[in-house]
Nanobody, 130 residues
Framework: QVQMIESGGGLVQPGDSVTLSCAPS????????????MAWFRQAPGKEREFVAS????????VRTDSMKGRFTISRDNTKNMAYLRMNGLKPEDTAIYYC???????????????????WGQGTQVTVSS
């Protein structure tokens, strides 16, 4: 199992932008990262973990189709084994722990389901407050 490491969270004001980063830990051997489907999930206090966005090895991305679309962008750099989540126009309701997930996902997998992904990070807190 590969440990993912998230970074970039913190306390921000409404309307601010933040970029979260994700990479396999240095101790993880991940020669197949280029084949990984990467995703971001988030979990707010008292709520279930929810899908935010995913991206395939060839940069086909999916963003949750509600208030996140148009504000959030997922990207990856396979040369650096990195995945990113750019969040613009942050709102207080975006406050949550954001988790990076990844895995070798076969055809037909439900990318919006957390059970699809084998490898997870411990999360990074994003708090949006004035």
């Amino acid at each position: 199992q590969v440990q993912m490491i998230e970074s970039g969270g913190g306390l921000v004001q409404p309307g601010d932008s933040v970029t979260l980063s994700c990479a396999p830990s240095e101790r993880s051997h991940i020669p197949t990262f280029i084949r990984y489907i990467m995703a971001w999930f988030r979990q707010a206090p008292g709520k279930e973990r929810e899908f935010v966005a995913s991206i395939t090895y060839n940069n086909r991305s999916t963003v949750r189709t509600d208030s996140m679309k148009g504000r959030f962008t997922i990207s990856r750099d396979n040369t650096k084994n990195m995945a990113y989540l750019r969040m613009n126009g942050l709102k207080p309701e975006d406050t949550a722990i954001y988790y990076c997930a990844g895995g070798l996902v076969g055809p037909g997998a439900i990318l919006e389901s957390p059970t699809t992904y084998a490898d997870w990070g411990q999360g990074t807190q994003v708090t949006v407050s004035s």
